[in-house]
């Protein structure tokens, strides 16, 4: 995750919110990022969009504010604070057109070097009223997307 | 005692999240509720080849 990305970045008391300002061309748009816990399961689900002014969400409208990339890693950020304090849950992420998953797929691979360090990573598939995870190939269509921390020792040494 | 490895946060990308408790009154709300139900649905119909 080499790539520029906003650098003030605010966050919930819980670390389940997260907001920053995108700047560009089309001036400061506030963006938030949400992990909303899915229920009786140990997973999350990641979502963006634009923080409206009175206070409504917006997933859909493109912005069009020349800074994708930096919003993308932004988000990566994000997801790396939340896991680091909620290493055991699981985050599930999808565009919500086609069009933006596979941009969020082209982020994975982007970055799949680095983040295959810390993260386990899958692509889930959609079937016939199912759905399956695989682990994530590159150049692959996925419906979405599942990541969770691998586990590390955090056991106590001696100086 | 020291600790002998720290999972990495947002410090390591050189970013620091500043807490802002008025962002707290959004925990608990869905603001995304579309990909919300997205996500349920995948988490109640997901096979999977192998879990961690």
């Given amino acids: 995750m080499k790539h520029e990305r906003y650098e003030v970045v605010e966050s919930s008391t819980d670390k389940l919110e997260f907001t920053f300002f995108s700047e560009g061309p089309k001036g400061k748009i506030v963006k938030v990022i949400q992990f909303s816990k899915i229920m009786n399961i140990d997973a999350y689900n990641l979502s963006f969009g634009n923080y409206n002014k009175d206070g409504s969400i917006d997933d859909e409208t493109t912005n069009d504010n020349k800074d994708r990339n930096k919003i993308l890693a932004t988000v990566a950020v994000a997801i790396s604070e939340f896991t680091a304090l909620y290493p055991d849950k699981w985050v599930f992420f999808c565009g919500s057109t086609p069009e933006r998953t596979r941009l969020y797929r082209m982020a994975l691979t982007i970055n799949m070097q680095e983040l295959e360090k810390d993260f386990h990573i899958y692509g889930v598939f959609k079937g016939i009223n199912t759905f399956k995870r695989v682990p994530f190939i590159k150049g692959v269509d996925y419906y979405g997307f599942m990541i969770k921390r691998k586990k590390v020792n955090l056991l106590y040494e001696k100086k | ?52």
């Fill in chain 2, 1 to 52: 005692m020291k600790k002998s490895k720290k999972l990495k946060g947002a410090e390591a990308f050189g970013v620091k999240i500043k807490i802002n408790k008025s962002l707290d009154k959004l925990s608990g709300k869905i603001l995304f509720p579309k990909k919300h139900k997205m996500a349920e649905e995948v988490f109640s119909k997901l096979k999977m080849d192998n879990s961690n």
